[in-house]
């Protein structure tokens, strides 16, 4: 999985090659089609691994220290443009139902609303936020803002912070500042617990 992320994140999915995610893993070009026979299941496997390292406990955590963590990931992925423009492509991709990443990209949106709402509940009931949209309609939201501007930030004439809008977004959404951290924090499974549970 490292080594594949980190060719992927340097020559994005097109011309990543398999035989040198297998010469940095010391493994033959058999072997790894024998664990991964297209490079497609490699690369949602590695973004699954990405995606159990976002550095937060969605469903436990308060929502500004959530959305802070969001921005915080935002700015290590600056360092990874290869990588986000590679998660862009193949995610748009991926709207055909018969692509063979369909299934993760799927499971991963519902996960990753069903999860992010719990915070965004908790907020609403304690009147920490205030909002006429329901949590799962802020959660839908807020991920569709950073999936957007992952898909625009190359596309601008201008470069574009990714990071930089997240923080603004929220805390307009929020009405105050956020405390975001300046280096990643300690970071937990972002799947569904019964995910988690299904692969230990």
Not at 58 to 75: F, H, Q
Not at 78 to 102: C, K, M
Not at 123 to 146: H, R, V, Y
């Amino acid at each position: 999985m490292d080594a594949a992320y980190r060719v992927f994140s340097e020559n994005g999915y097109a011309n990543a090659s398999l035989r040198e995610i297998a010469r940095l893993c010391g493994v033959t070009h058999a072997t790894l089609l024998h664990h991964f026979p297209r490079k497609v299941e490699l690369l949602t496997a590695t973004l699954a691994k990405r995606d159990a390292q976002f550095p937060q406990d969605l469903v436990s955590s308060e929502l500004t220290t959530v959305l802070a963590d969001m921005v915080a990931g935002a700015r290590d992925n600056d360092g990874q443009p290869g990588l986000v423009h590679t998660f862009t492509r193949v995610s748009a991709e991926a709207a055909d139902p018969h692509h063979p990443a369909h299934a993760y990209f799927e499971r991963r949106t519902l996960n990753f609303i069903t999860m992010l709402s719990a915070p965004v509940q908790r907020a609403l009931d304690d009147g920490s936020l205030t909002s006429d949209a329901s949590a799962e309609e802020i959660a839908t939201n807020i991920m569709a803002l950073w999936d957007g501007l992952q898909l625009i930030a190359p596309l601008s004439p201008t470069p574009i912070s990714i990071a930089d809008q997240l923080q603004i977004a929220f805390e307009a959404l929020l009405g105050r500042p956020l405390d975001v951290p300046s280096a990643a924090l300690p970071r937990h499974d972002l799947r569904s617990a019964s995910e988690a549970s299904t692969s230990a």
